[in-house]
């Protein structure tokens, strides 16, 4: 999806890599143009029903919270006194991926392709809020988020990251679940094993 509104888009580009020896995922963002690292998103550890990426800046200090809704469907972006600045909703259902941002009194939409390896974001008046290009092949998981003027930079790079563990993951909620339950069996029947083994 591309409008042409006619104006001069100003835009900015920021890097996102994702650390891979990591037990939880953790996101790195640069500025594109001079490679300054300026903020690290950090999953908890206990997002087993509710993803919760906390946005830090290089010296430590919160500067965002992104907290998902039961199965990741919504998520929320809070600011560091705990107030919601936007609010990111998936489909249950749709033929393509696409989601909606409520932020700042409207509402942003984007819809991938078919392959949905990227998405274009405007608002409501076609005035482009940001894009993320997904690599397709990259050694290290990585995107590029095209941010305009619309969005605050944060705001747009974190619904990006969001976007990015909702559709390319494949690590919602309940797969999550699924895997803590399956490790939990085999714990279990590891622990009657060595009951029933032992002397």
Not at 18 to 39: C, F, G
Not at 101 to 116: C, E, M, N, S, T
Not at 129 to 144: G, M
Request: a positive charge; aromatic letters at 14%.
């Amino acid at each position: 999806m591309e409008m042409d509104t006619g104006e001069e888009k100003e835009t900015r580009d920021f890097r996102v890599k994702q650390k891979i020896v990591s037990l939880r995922p953790v996101y790195e963002i640069y500025d594109e143009k001079t490679d300054e690292k300026l903020a690290v998103g950090r999953q908890t550890w206990l997002s087993v029903f509710r993803s919760t990426i906390n946005f830090e800046d290089p010296n430590g200090n919160p500067l965002l919270t992104a907290k998902g809704g039961f199965f990741d469907k919504t998520f929320w972006l809070k600011d560091p006194d705990g107030e919601k600045v936007a609010k990111l909703t998936r489909p249950w259902i749709a033929f393509r991926k696409n989601f909606k941002i409520h932020y700042r009194d409207d509402v942003i939409k984007a819809q991938g392709g078919f392959l949905a390896w990227g998405f274009d974001a405007y608002d409501s008046a076609g005035r482009f809020a940001f894009q993320l290009n997904k690599k397709i092949i990259s050694v290290r998981d990585q995107f590029v988020v095209r941010v305009g003027d619309y969005m605050d930079w944060l705001h747009a790079v974190a619904s990006a990251v969001v976007v990015d563990r909702i559709f390319f993951k494949g690590k919602g909620g309940m797969g999550r679940c699924i895997i803590c339950l399956v490790l939990l069996a085999i714990l279990f029947a590891a622990t009657i094993g060595i009951t029933l083994l032992g002397p």
